[in-house]
């Protein structure tokens, strides 16, 4: 009878080490998985750049006016503090057109969409966008959704905006962690 006594408070003891083990192990692997995905997710990062127009065309398809197909292509030379960090190559798609017509001396009105594919390229990647905007001249203003890339840039997303104008302008190309 000693002896069973004695099994049952040994197993006991056990039990407890163990749960007391497990108890502790958990929380380590617990508060190490959260310092790891604090460590592992990046914050935004932001690459701005000024253009300057390299070339620029309209490609007209159809009549002389702005149309539904007509092709816009257009690239600019990125610099950062005078020096040259790299260029873009841009074309889009008219996809939609639309004009009002002229009312009281008022000039008719044109709205466009065009879907563009765009690359921005880098001394240590490349990036891709792509997306549909209202853009309507070669080189005007744009907002892309960036859809990978390549080198540093392999995976990348976010969004990457041209503001300014046609002849000059800024790139701002915002990259946010893949989720």
Do not use: W
């Not at 070339?55 to 020096?83: E, Y």
């Amino acid at each position: 009878m000693r002896f069973r006594v004695h099994q049952r408070r040994a197993a006991a003891r056990t039990a407890a080490v163990g749960t007391v083990a497990a108890v502790t192990l958990g929380a380590i692997l617990t508060s190490g998985a959260a310092s790891s995905r604090a460590v592992d997710a990046p914050a935004n990062e932001t690459l701005q750049f000024a253009a300057v127009s390299v070339q620029s065309i309209r490609l007209n398809v159809g009549a002389p006016a702005v149309t539904t197909g007509d092709r816009l292509v257009f690239s600019h030379t990125l610099t950062k503090a005078g020096k040259t960090e790299g260029l873009s190559g841009v074309e889009c798609i008219l996809t939609s057109v639309t004009s009002s017509k002229a009312k009281d001396k008022q000039k008719a009105a044109t709205s466009a969409r065009s879907h563009c594919i765009a690359t921005i390229v880098l001394t240590d990647g490349q990036i891709a966008a792509q997306g549909l905007t209202a853009l309507t001249e070669p080189g005007g203003n744009f907002e892309l959704a960036v859809t990978g890339g390549t080198g540093r840039f392999t995976g990348a997303a976010g969004t990457l905006r041209k503001g300014g104008g046609k002849d000059k302008g800024t790139y701002t190309i915002t990259l946010v962690p893949r989720r």
